[in-house]
């Protein structure tokens, strides 16, 4: 799983790409605005901040550890 941090208009083409080659990956992005064109790019989208103590839960239920 990719966790690709959003906002700009180079992670939207890059969610394109990992899309076309069937990548799974989460878009995060922190704004409405940010999620609502996210959704037009990516099926696991993820709005709100990742705050520095939220990363071990943010990880443990969205990632898949190997």
Known sequence: MILLLGG??????I?????????????????????ELAGQHAKNVHMGAILPNEFHNFFSRFIKFH
């Open 8 to 13: 700009t208009s180079e992670s939207l083409t």
């Open 15 to 35: 969610a394109d790409m990992l899309t076309k080659s069937h990548q799974e990956f989460i878009l995060s992005v922190t704004t409405e605005y940010g999620a």
